[in-house]
């Protein structure tokens, strides 16, 4: 599976943004995309993730009710749509694939076997 991210910039407080990610290469019905990011000098963190088939999603906590993930099943992208951001969401966020994952590990960046390469998201106060 190949991912290509997009979509980050640099917005102000409050702001709203949207990223892209354009999955290709595989069917992805059995597949969970996730999106994570990871800010400087921290380590890679979950944000949220889809299972393809289901649309089951799941969020970090700190970004429930702001952000919202889905996926276009026919275009094969999987979108981050991200309200009231804050300067705390600055990071370079990052889209993955897991072939096989269950719940209790979805959050784990172990648990995904593709990644795309990364889009910066900054956020000023």
């Known amino acids: 599976v190949q991912l290509q991210a997009s979509g980050g910039g640099l917005v102000q407080a409050g702001d709203s943004l949207r990223l892209s990610c354009a999955a290709s290469?595989?069917?992805?019905?059995?597949?969970?995309m996730g999106w994570f990011r990871q800010a400087p000098g921290k380590e890679r963190e979950f944000v949220a993730a889809v299972r393809w088939s289901a649309g089951i999603t799941y969020y970090t906590d700190s970004v429930k009710g702001r952000f919202t993930i889905s996926r276009d099943k026919t275009e094969n992208m999987v979108y981050l749509q991200m309200i009231s951001l804050k300067p705390e969401d600055t990071a370079v966020y990052y889209c993955?694939?897991?072939?096989?994952?269950?719940?209790?590990?979805?959050?784990?960046?172990?648990?995904?076997?593709?990644w795309g390469q990364g889009t910066l998201v900054t956020v000023s106060s």
């Open positions: 993955a694939a897991a072939s096989r994952v269950i719940t209790t590990t979805i959050r784990y960046p172990s648990a995904y076997d593709y």
């Open positions: 290469g595989r069917t992805l019905s059995s597949y969970v």
